[in-house]
C-alpha cells in the first residue's frame, strides 16, 4: 500500500514522537462572548470565567493541560480587535514553526517563508494536522470523531483526556487547505476553534495513543482513523481502501460505516456484502434506506444469498430485524426465505412449493403400490 493510502494522522509517528509542540498566543477580549466556540468554552472552564472583556495569554505544551494567564501588557488588555480572535505562534521541538493569526469566525492562517531555516519543516505543520507531506488542496476533519477514537486507543480515562475531548467537540469539524505561492508556503483553514487549537489536540493525544500501543499503527489501524476522522472523498475513499484489507479487525469499521450518511454508507455496505459474513447481515438490514436505493439492493442480495447459511437463532433475529423494517420490500422478505426444510443424511433439505406438489401427485401411487404388496403378502401366507 502506498504510504499517502495511509490515514494520513498515522505520519506523525515517523519523525516527532519524542518532540513536544507548542503553543504560544494572545486571545482577544470578548465581551460579547461572539468569538469562536471553543476560545469562548476554554475561558468559561478556566478562573477567568466570567470575565470575557480581558485578553489573556494562552501557554499550551503537548502533555500538560493549557494555561491562561492575563496579558501583562496592561495598555493592551482592555483593546478588542473587530476581525482578530487569537493570534501567536507554534514551535515543535523548541524550534519555531510558524506564526498563526485566527478570526472571530474561527478561520485562521499559518505563513512560513520557504527561504527560512525552520521552512523545510513544513510538512511537519501538515502532519500534524493530520496531511501527508506533499498534501495540496483540501481536507475536511472531523475532530470531535478522530480524538474520540485515539483517546479510546490509548484507554484514557482522566479528567484532562475529558477536557481535551470537550474542546475537540467544540471545535467541530477542521477545514484545512494547503497551498504554495510566490516565497510563501500557507496552511489555511478553519473550525470553531481555528486550526492551532485543533493541531495540539490531535499531536497530545496521538502520540499519547502511541505511548499506550508501544507502536505505531499498522495499515487497517490507520485507514480505520481516517474513515472516521475525514469527511466527504476522503472518507469514501478510506471505506474503499479498508474493503480491500482482508483483516478481521476492519470488519467492525465497515459496520460503523454504514451508519453514515452519505455514499460511504454504500461503500460500507457493498464491502460487507462482498465478504459474505454472516454476522453482518442485520447491520446491512439496519444501513438498508430508501432514501439510498443501492443500499436496500445490496442488502436484499446479501440476504438471498446467504439466509440458507445460518442457523435458527440467527434466522429468528432476522426475521425480527426484516418485520419491523421501515421499507416494506424488506418486511415481506421472510416470507421469501423462511421456507421450512426436512433435516436428512446429507443436510437440510428445502421444501419448494414444486416439490410439494409432486409429492402430492405421487402419494396415492405410493400408497396403491404399498396395499399391493401387503395383498401379496397375505396371499403368500395362506398359501402357504
Request: proline share 5%; net charge neutral.
Given at each position: 500500500?502506498?504510504?499517502?493510502?495511509?490515514?494520513?494522522?498515522?505520519?506523525?509517528?515517523?519523525f516527532?514522537s519524542?518532540?513536544d509542540?507548542e503553543?504560544?498566543?494572545r486571545i482577544?477580549?470578548?465581551?460579547?462572548r461572539?468569538?469562536?466556540?471553543?476560545?469562548v468554552?476554554?475561558?468559561?472552564?478556566?478562573e477567568?470565567?466570567?470575565?470575557?472583556g480581558i485578553a489573556?495569554v494562552l501557554?499550551?505544551?503537548s502533555?500538560?493541560?493549557?494555561?491562561l494567564?492575563?496579558d501583562?501588557?496592561p495598555?493592551r488588555?482592555?483593546?478588542?480587535?473587530?476581525t482578530r480572535?487569537l493570534?501567536?505562534?507554534?514551535s515543535l521541538g523548541?524550534?519555531?514553526?510558524?506564526?498563526f493569526?485566527?478570526?472571530r469566525?474561527?478561520?485562521?492562517?499559518?505563513?512560513?517563508?520557504?527561504?527560512?531555516?525552520?521552512?523545510g519543516r513544513?510538512?511537519?505543520?501538515?502532519a500534524?494536522?493530520?496531511?501527508?507531506?506533499t498534501f495540496?488542496g483540501?481536507a475536511?476533519?472531523?475532530l470531535?470523531a478522530?480524538i474520540?477514537?485515539?483517546?479510546?486507543?490509548?484507554?484514557?480515562?482522566?479528567?484532562d483526556?475529558?477536557t481535551?475531548?470537550?474542546?475537540?467537540?467544540?471545535c467541530?469539524?477542521?477545514?484545512?487547505?494547503v497551498s504554495?505561492?510566490p516565497?510563501?508556503?500557507?496552511?489555511?483553514?478553519?473550525s470553531?476553534?481555528g486550526?492551532?487549537?485543533p493541531?495540539l489536540?490531535?499531536?497530545?493525544t496521538?502520540h499519547e495513543?502511541?505511548?499506550?500501543?508501544g507502536r505505531a499503527f499498522?495499515a487497517?489501524?490507520?485507514?480505520?482513523?481516517?474513515?472516521?476522522?475525514?469527511?466527504s472523498?476522503?472518507?469514501?475513499?478510506?471505506?474503499?481502501?479498508?474493503?480491500?484489507?482482508?483483516?478481521?479487525s476492519t470488519?467492525?469499521a465497515?459496520?460503523?460505516?454504514c451508519?453514515?450518511?452519505d455514499?460511504?454508507?454504500?461503500?460500507a455496505?457493498?464491502?460487507?456484502?462482498?465478504?459474505?459474513?454472516?454476522e453482518?447481515l442485520?447491520?446491512l438490514?439496519?444501513?438498508?434506506?430508501r432514501?439510498?436505493?443501492d443500499t436496500?439492493?445490496?442488502?436484499?442480495?446479501?440476504l438471498?444469498e446467504?439466509?440458507d447459511?445460518l442457523?435458527?437463532?440467527?434466522r429468528?433475529?432476522?426475521?425480527?430485524l426484516l418485520r419491523g423494517h421501515?421499507?416494506?420490500?424488506l418486511r415481506?422478505?421472510?416470507?421469501a426465505?423462511?421456507v421450512?426444510?426436512?433435516?436428512?443424511?446429507?443436510g437440510a433439505t428445502?421444501i419448494t412449493?414444486?416439490?410439494?406438489?409432486r409429492?402430492?401427485?405421487?402419494l396415492?401411487l405410493?400408497l396403491?403400490l404399498?396395499?399391493?404388496?401387503?395383498?401379496l403378502v397375505r396371499?403368500?401366507?395362506?398359501v402357504a
Amino acid at each position: 500500500m502506498k504510504p499517502a493510502a495511509l490515514p494520513l494522522l498515522a505520519l506523525l509517528a515517523g519523525f516527532a514522537s519524542a518532540q513536544d509542540l507548542e503553543l504560544r498566543a494572545r486571545i482577544e477580549p470578548d465581551s460579547l462572548r461572539k468569538g469562536p466556540a471553543a476560545l469562548v468554552w476554554l475561558r468559561d472552564h478556566s478562573e477567568f470565567e466570567g470575565m470575557p472583556g480581558i485578553a489573556l495569554v494562552l501557554t499550551w505544551k503537548s502533555g500538560s493541560r493549557p494555561v491562561l494567564q492575563p496579558d501583562p501588557a496592561p495598555e493592551r488588555n482592555q483593546l478588542e480587535s473587530d476581525t482578530r480572535a487569537l493570534a501567536g505562534e507554534l514551535s515543535l521541538g523548541g524550534k519555531l514553526l510558524g506564526h498563526f493569526e485566527c478570526s472571530r469566525e474561527g478561520r485562521e492562517s499559518w505563513l512560513i517563508d520557504p527561504l527560512a531555516p525552520e521552512s523545510g519543516r513544513v510538512h511537519e505543520l501538515a502532519a500534524i494536522l493530520g496531511l501527508p507531506p506533499t498534501f495540496r488542496g483540501e481536507a475536511q476533519i472531523d475532530l470531535a470523531a478522530l480524538i474520540g477514537a485515539l483517546a479510546s486507543t490509548a484507554a484514557c480515562a482522566d479528567r484532562d483526556a475529558t477536557t481535551l475531548a470537550l474542546l475537540a467537540g467544540h471545535c467541530g469539524t477542521v477545514r484545512v487547505r494547503v497551498s504554495t505561492g510566490p516565497g510563501e508556503v500557507r496552511v489555511e483553514g478553519s473550525s470553531a476553534g481555528g486550526l492551532a487549537i485543533p493541531a495540539l489536540l490531535l499531536w497530545q493525544t496521538y502520540h499519547e495513543a502511541l505511548q499506550v500501543k508501544g507502536r505505531a499503527f499498522d495499515a487497517a489501524e490507520a485507514l480505520i482513523l481516517r474513515a472516521q476522522a475525514q469527511r466527504s472523498a476522503g472518507r469514501e475513499e478510506a471505506a474503499r481502501q479498508l474493503a480491500r484489507i482482508a483483516d478481521p479487525s476492519t470488519r467492525e469499521a465497515l459496520v460503523r460505516l454504514c451508519r453514515a450518511d452519505d455514499y460511504t454508507r454504500v461503500i460500507a455496505m457493498d464491502a460487507l456484502a462482498r465478504r459474505g459474513e454472516r454476522e453482518s447481515l442485520p447491520a446491512l438490514v439496519a444501513a438498508a434506506d430508501r432514501r439510498m436505493p443501492d443500499t436496500i439492493a445490496i442488502a436484499k442480495a446479501a440476504l438471498l444469498e446467504n439466509y440458507d447459511r445460518l442457523d435458527s437463532a440467527e434466522r429468528s433475529v432476522l426475521d425480527a430485524l426484516l418485520r419491523g423494517h421501515q421499507e416494506a420490500e424488506l418486511r415481506e422478505l421472510p416470507r421469501a426465505l423462511s421456507v421450512p426444510t426436512l433435516a436428512g443424511a446429507g443436510g437440510a433439505t428445502t421444501i419448494t412449493e414444486q416439490s410439494v406438489n409432486r409429492l402430492s401427485l405421487l402419494l396415492p401411487l405410493m400408497l396403491g403400490l404399498l396395499l399391493t404388496l401387503l395383498l401379496l403378502v397375505r396371499e403368500q401366507k395362506r398359501v402357504a
